[in-house]
């Protein structure tokens, strides 16, 4: 079983940048894929981002793509979520999570492991 944190949520300006990151205990990072999720009140949770064990591929929802990158260190059992440009609908609770199966899965069902989830909010 692994355990997620994560950090480095905000309040930001339209337009600014925040680094998400999200750090693994009890097992090592490189067993999963990790993703990046979203979730506003009332709305189903979405994948932000998703990234292979060894980091060779990525998976980018299409209201991101050019603007947000999904990186990690395995060796810091650590995965971030570089942010810029960032728009007032990318306001959210951010959770990152981890996949024990092969593939970028873009559903939650496939996950495993949670963190606590971290606070972002983009004024306009």
């Known amino acids: 079983q692994v355990q997620l944190v994560e950090s480095g949520g905000g309040l930001v300006q339209a337009g600014g940048s925040l680094r998400l990151s999200c750090v693994a205990s009890?097992?090592?990072?490189?067993?999963?894929?990790m993703g990046w999720f979203r979730q506003t009140p009332g709305k189903e949770r979405e994948l932000v981002a998703s990234i292979s064990w060894n980091g060779g591929r990525t998976y980018y929802v299409g209201s991101v793509k050019g603007r947000f990158t999904i990186s990690r260190d395995n060796a810091r059992n650590t995965v971030y979520l570089e942010m810029n440009k960032l728009k007032p609908e990318d306001t959210a609770v951010y959770y990152c999570a981890a996949d024990s199966t092969y593939g970028l899965h873009t559903s939650p069902d496939n996950y495993d492991f949670w963190g606590q989830g971290t606070q972002v909010t983009v004024s306009s």
């Open positions: 009890g097992r090592a990072l490189r067993d999963y894929v």
